[in-house]
């Protein structure tokens, strides 16, 4: 790397944003290089490896929508499980030529703004330094791993792995006594996977997933070569239509404009749908009015209730009160996890009734006084999410403090893409951003571009530097908050807001305005001259882009 220390970008990470960066910036004629802490691509697809690890989005959607990629590719499910999604990658690195502008097994552990000559000094744990002038974090929403706050943790004697740093070899558990703690999307699939050839699998529930039916299929190649003749272009415009960039989206009417016997031939027609479609694709008041979320609930108990036959099963995994309104919380997608827990090898530990009080040699103690003796320990704890990805890295400033310092007194970005005071650094599918509530390829591509174009746009005007007003940060992070004030998504705990990390602040960490709406904002800015940001042009002593 001695020969491109003064880059015009670095990206890091080398999942679906850094990759997408790569390609689009080298096109625009940048010297632009990779950092990736993992030995290949994929992102969060390297690292979550555990049994069962699964995309919740319909193929079709979840890829690049650039032609030379999706026109020779085809692939084997309708929601493509890991180990085709890094085959995927495989493709996309060879078809693009990535690899040799990436330095894989590098991560990136600090970085600082020099405010003379207007470069980012990055550090890395390989001792390699660069100063790229511009610094492009494609970390993705969830990098960093959140272990549970368990006393013993580390005295446990069996096996113990976090699901998103799950050994790449893999871990036969077949025969071996189980406990799965957390019941999150990653949580869902590994008990899925674990409980039909654990000797016995323990699960330690927090709040009940209110998980949705998948309704996996395989796909077939002629399926995809008729929809690339036509329907492919036109999915991928129409990912940028709907609120979270799929391609369906809410119906316009209510829940209650339309009558009983209608509504239950919708609901039904939904969930047969499988996947997101019974929330997504649902009435556009499910998530706004408490009576239209009851009614979407009791009609999802009901269909959970007819699968678990044990009546203490039923009242811990869907019970008459619900733990939080109906699609507030992230929902997972499942295949046969309801089923798990009527195999008579596998118990579920409700968490706020009897909460674990130590972890020991041998295993799990709840308060109960029960020890849950384990072979293997899995911690399905999810992740510091959105924010974390990035404040884990020391990122200084123009003022010389770190990015993580600030947010803990309160996020603030401008356009869910930059922070005021950190010049010539972008994020895409980051905090404040449609993130959380958009599909991963959608939100890349989207804001992968407008960064590109705006990078672009600084070399074409000769401006050396950008950087995010503070009054526009402060309009920002106050629009982000109102759209989340809306309706009924403050009602409960979760990774949206922070909520599960102990100590966080809580807050809304996504743009729930949908991505359209989005889209126009960060449209306006540019066709503005870039409102909200100030642009400093170069001098003569200044190197030009």
Request: proline letters at 6%.
């Amino acid at each position: 790397m001695t020969g491109h220390q003064n880059l015009d970008v670095l990206i890091v990470g080398a999942g679906f944003s850094g990759v997408y960066q790569l390609h689009k910036l080298r096109k625009a004629g940048f010297s632009v290089k990779v950092f990736e802490a993992a030995s290949g691509l994929g992102g969060i697809w390297y690292w979550n490896c555990y049994p069962g690890a699964r995309v919740d989005t319909d193929f079709s959607i979840y890829q690049f929508s650039l032609e030379e990629l999706w026109k020779d590719w085809n692939w084997k499910e309708k929601y493509p499980g890991r180990e085709e999604i890094i085959e995927y990658f495989d493709y996309v690195d060879k078809k693009l030529d990535l690899s040799r502008d990436i330095s894989f097994n590098t991560r990136v552990t600090s970085a600082s703004f020099n405010i003379t000559t207007n470069r980012w000094s990055v550090f890395t744990d390989t001792g390699v330094i660069v100063n790229p002038h511009f610094l492009v974090l494609c970390t993705g929403f969830a990098s960093k791993p959140l272990f549970p706050d368990v006393p013993g943790l580390d005295t446990f004697q069996g096996t113990i792995h976090h699901t998103s740093l799950w050994p790449q070899a893999g871990l036969d558990m077949a025969g071996k006594r189980v406990g799965v703690i957390g019941t999150g999307a990653s949580g869902v699939q590994v008990i899925q996977e674990v409980g039909p050839i654990a000797a016995h699998l323990t699960v330690f529930q927090r709040t009940p997933n209110l998980a949705l039916p998948m309704n996996q299929c395989p796909v077939s190649i002629a399926t995809q070569t008729e929809m690339k003749e036509e329907t492919y272009p036109i999915l991928f415009k129409r990912r940028l239509q709907t609120t979270i960039g799929f391609q369906y989206d809410t119906i316009k009417h209510g829940v209650f404009d339309i009558s009983p016997e209608e509504r239950y031939l919708l609901f039904s027609e939904l969930w047969s749908k499988g996947g997101f479609h019974y929330v997504i694709g649902s009435c556009h008041d499910i998530t706004a009015d408490e009576k239209a979320n009851a009614e979407v609930y009791a009609f999802w108990r009901k269909k959970v209730l007819q699968r678990v036959r044990d009546p203490e099963m039923q009242r811990k995994l869907a019970p008459e009160k619900p733990p939080h309104p109906f699609g507030v919380r992230r929902h997972s997608l499942e295949q046969s996890y309801y089923e798990v827990f009527n195999q008579p090898n596998v118990a579920l530990v409700d968490l706020k009734e009897n909460p674990i009080i130590e972890v020991i040699p041998k295993g799990v103690k709840t308060r109960d006084g029960v020890v849950h003796e384990f072979d293997v320990l899995v911690l399905a704890t999810g992740f510091d999410a959105v924010t974390g990805s990035i404040s884990q890295i020391d990122i200084k400033g123009t003022d010389g403090s770190s990015v993580g310092d600030k947010w803990k007194k309160g996020l603030s970005t401008y356009l869910g893409m930059t922070v005021a005071g950190y010049p010539n650094m972008f994020f895409p599918y980051g905090p404040q951003a449609p993130t959380a509530f958009c599909n991963g390829p959608t939100c890349v591509e989207l804001q992968g571009d407008w960064i590109v174009d705006c990078i672009t746009y600084l070399r074409q005007h000769n401006y050396i530097r950008i950087d995010a007003t503070r009054e526009a940060s402060e309009a920002w992070v106050q629009r982000v908050a109102d759209l989340f004030s809306r309706g009924l998504m403050n009602r409960a705990r979760s990774w949206y807001t922070g909520a599960n990390v102990p100590g966080k602040r809580v807050e809304p960490l996504s743009f729930v305005g949908g991505v359209p709406l989005y889209t126009t904002l960060i449209q306006e800015c540019v066709r503005g001259g870039y409102t909200g940001f100030t642009l400093t042009p170069a001098t003569g002593t200044d190197a030009k882009l």
